[in-house]
């Protein structure tokens, strides 16, 4: 598959600059680039989303921070038996605290991303549908650390090249700070940390959404004051745009499970892999593996493996299937879960079982 796809230099130079900051101002773009006017980097920018390069920004959230009780992100690789499949998706779906289900085109696999605290109930649920013969086996992989990502360099190549060297430096920061939260979060707190980080960082589409789905009237002034008080906490992270080396649809898109034989150098070489290349990168740290997320240009998939394979002990590619779109599925935290009162995430595992359940019977009939 041979893909060229370039863009002009200037907007190279936008997306670069918003890749490493989403608050770069726009008085610095035009420093940068060949434009005099901010309207013509407004114009840019717009037509960059159209065109589907640029995406957000959204904000990471400090999930450690919120609540008395810790949420964990719990991967699940389900191997489903081709003649369950829909009841596997449905199934996982039921289980109702996923925030991402990917249908792996490279296995007969779903992969869900869980957001709960406590990841044995989720183990449960998914070792019933084993022995119901819906799947063929599983994997639970959970953490508490936070996804880091690195954005394309639009002036690097699709492909490295042969003799491509892993670039050096300061492993970042993969983990959660804890933080002394001083005051009780609100539902208006929880209402505006769901949609930042995964919707949009306008307060007033917030609202709108809000009143759209749930008929909740909420006001401006107490969704900027809660917004103030999270971000003055640390609750609220970095803020970054979703940016793709290529238009969305021409991406290749895939999760690498890796391990090494030395956690530290291991986790340093997926750290810093892709530097300088024109891909976006994610990586999570779990126990002692990398899960990576890449997305890129569709040869870069069957090069990764040659390029790390020294240097790791385990490597599994899971590519992501994004067509059709019915089985990919993302949503943010389930806010519901969150007592007010108590201060904790009350997650119902029994309801999500006995949900389970009703489709087996379902199956039967």
């Known amino acids: 598959m041979l893909i060229n796809k370039d863009i002009p230099e200037n907007d190279k130079i936008i997306l670069n600059k918003l890749g490493e900051n989403a608050d770069t101002p726009i008085s610095d773009l035009l420093l940068h680039t060949k434009y005099k006017r901010k309207s013509s980097i407004y114009n840019r920018i717009r037509k960059l989303r159209e065109e589907n390069y640029l995406y957000g920004p959204f904000f990471d959230v400090n999930y450690n921070a919120i609540g008395t009780n810790k949420l964990y992100s719990i991967f699940v690789f389900a191997d489903y038996n081709p003649l369950y499949k829909d009841s596997v998706l449905e199934a996982m779906r039921k ?107 306008h307060l007033t589409k917030i609202r709108d959404l809000e009143y759209h789905y749930y008929g909740l009237k909420l006001k401006y002034h107490d969704l900027k004051r809660s917004y103030e008080k999270l971000q003055r906490t640390g609750i609220l992270l970095r803020r970054d745009f979703l940016i793709y080396p290529l238009p969305a649809g021409m991406c290749s898109r895939f999760f690498l499970l890796s391990r090494g034989r030395n956690f530290r150098s291991h986790l340093n070489m997926m750290a810093h892999f892709g530097k300088g290349l024109r891909l976006t990168k994610e990586f999570i740290v779990v126990g002692r593996e990398v899960i990576s997320y890449f997305t890129a240009h569709p040869l870069f998939e069957g090069k990764i493996l040659g390029l790390i394979e020294n240097n790791v002990t385990y490597a599994n590619i899971y590519g992501i299937k994004t067509y059709p779109t019915t089985e990919l599925s993302i949503q943010t935290f389930n806010d519901d879960y969150f007592d007010v009162n108590s201060q904790r995430w009350i997650f119902p595992y029994s309801a999500f079982r006995k949900e389970l359940k009703k489709l087996k019977e379902k199956e039967k009939e």
């Open 95 to 201: 289980i109702n605290c996923w925030t991402m289900i990917y249908p792996v085109r490279t296995a007969q696999s779903y992969l869900g991303v869980y957001r709960c605290n406590n990841w044995n109930h989720i183990a449960r649920l998914f070792n019933l549908m084993k022995q119901w013969g819906w799947l063929k086996g599983y994997s639970v992989h959970k953490t508490e650390n936070k996804w880091v990502t690195q954005n394309p360099n639009f002036f690097g190549d699709f492909l490295p090249l042969q003799n491509y060297q892993i670039p050096e430096g300061e492993l970042p920061h993969y983990g959660y700070e804890d933080l002394e939260i001083d005051f009780e979060l609100t539902k208006t707190d929880l209402i505006v940390l769901k949609h930042l980080s995964k919707k949009t960082c």
